[in-house]
């Protein structure tokens, strides 16, 4: 057993100007950090109603509030049985630093996003998937149990078998059953920090699926799409696949890509434009492609955090923000509805930069958590005056086709399409009103999808 102590700001609040990663939208708002459970309990039971707060990357308003808690314990922070991979972690530790620390016993986190920066707070309530969820499926499916405090300040220990009903309800509830305090979670054992990755190139999306298809039982897998391609070339891109080398060894993880570089201001919006786009993501394409059908290793970072290496990277996008756009389609209907979107993004001249398209498997009993076995893309626009009408448009082919919008980007979703997507809501909202979490745990996401 060996554990790490991780030190945290005591600064019990501060009123300012907050908004998720996407910076959009904005609102005035208190965030109250609070560095023990009695501060906890003081500002949870207070008269008024609050969301937790982690590290400010969820894309939309799914965690803002007019009063938001940012809770860092620091006693006891991480705690690993290097033997056995379980882990005792805080839920105000960052997947970095978990990661940093247990990788050199040998142990890496079962699913990652593709940011290191999340709270492990912020990774079981938005039940984060990863380029290995066809596999391993969501972050809550390798959660032992975790301890939740609850709207009257009592604290709560659940499980898939302990208060499951609880557990399903936080697992991907957008922080909105209680505030989470510490999770017990069973790591991987992985031999190196590399991963041996391949890419492999594709014309256009037919090409693209059937490589998903052709290399499913590869553990990651992610692809980046070209949004501004038509025609023939729609939806061209490539295919990564990889896992941890077990023929390497543990290396010390490379100084620069810890440190990265820093976009210091927010650049003039007019520089991302449907030429630009058009020219960078021609010239991504070809360079990604001269590495085609090559093996490679590559360090973890590299593999499964390539944007943390450029530090406010949202800043890219201007003053007025962005709004990330990921949904999930099943996959009987996932190559007819893919087309139609990047059909619809690729006329409009607003494709995205960022557009990266994931495999799923099985969904789980979580009441809200996003996956389902199919197709997920993700993409990032730049706001502008008509993005908005091409969302909508956007929505009514996912809605068409059974599909769903995750809660953990979004920041303009109507009711109506969020409760045609996710099927078991009823049990979240019948659950969330029988335990008197609605006058407590709110959100700008909750107040806007009535939840």
Not at 57 to 73: I, P, T
Not at 97 to 103: D, V
Not at 104 to 130: L, N, R, S
Not at 358 to 367: A, P
Request: charged share 20%; aromatic share 12%.
């Amino acid at each position: 057993m060996d554990f790490i102590f991780i030190k945290k700001s005591q600064v019990l609040s501060k009123s300012s100007i907050i908004s998720g990663w996407g910076n959009f939208p904005k609102i005035l708002g208190e965030v109250m950090s609070v560095s023990n459970q009695n501060q906890l309990k003081k500002v949870t039971i207070a008269d008024q109603t609050i969301i937790p707060f982690g590290n400010g990357r969820s894309y939309g308003d799914s965690a803002l509030n007019n009063k938001m808690v940012q809770f860092n314990e620091s006693k006891k922070a991480i705690e690993l049985n290097t033997k056995t991979g379980i882990v005792e972690v805080n839920a105000g530790v960052q997947l970095g630093e978990l990661i940093e620390y247990a990788i050199q016993f040998g142990w890496f986190p079962p699913v990652v996003p593709g940011t290191k920066f999340v709270t492990i707070g912020g990774a079981i309530a938005a039940d984060i998937h990863g380029k290995n969820q066809h596999i391993d499926g969501c972050f809550s499916q390798h959660i032992i149990s975790f301890k939740i405090m609850l709207a009257d300040g009592s604290i709560v220990q659940c499980s898939n078998q302990e208060n499951s009903d609880l557990f399903k309800a936080t697992s991907g509830g957008m922080g909105l059953t209680g505030i989470i305090l510490n999770a017990k979670i069973k790591m991987m054992s992985v031999q190196s920090n590399l991963i041996e990755q391949t890419c492999y190139q594709a014309k256009n999306i037919n090409e693209l699926l059937s490589l998903f298809t052709q290399y499913d039982s590869m553990r990651y897998s992610v692809a980046w799409i070209d949004c501004t391609a038509k025609g023939d070339n729609l939806g061209r891109g490539i295919l990564y696949t990889g896992d941890f080398n077990a023929q390497a060894c543990l290396q010390e993880t490379n100084k620069s890509i810890k440190t990265g570089i820093s976009i210091p201001f927010f650049l003039p919006s007019w520089i991302i434009n449907k030429y630009s786009l058009k020219i960078f993501n021609m010239f991504y394409y070809y360079f990604s492609s001269l590495n085609k059908n090559k093996k490679v290793n590559i360090d973890y970072n590299k593999f499964f955090f390539p944007l943390d290496t450029l530090k406010n990277w949202n800043k890219l996008y201007g003053k007025k923000g962005f709004l990330q756009y990921q949904f999930v389609l099943p996959l009987e209907h996932s190559p007819v509805g893919i087309k139609k979107i990047l059909t619809l993004i690729s006329e409009s001249g607003q494709g995205s930069p960022l557009a990266v398209l994931k495999l799923f498997g099985s969904e789980n009993e979580n009441y809200l958590s996003f996956p389902m076995k199919g197709y997920t893309l993700a993409l990032d626009f730049k706001r502008q005056p008509n993005l908005f009408s091409l969302l909508d448009e956007l929505d009514k082919i996912v809605i068409k086709y059974g599909g769903k919008i995750y809660l953990a980007k979004d920041a303009r979703m109507s009711e109506n399409d969020f409760k045609k997507g996710y099927k078991y809501i009823h049990k979240f909202l019948k659950y969330r009103s029988q335990q008197k979490m609605v006058e407590k745990f709110q959100s700008l996401q909750s107040k806007r999808l009535n939840l």
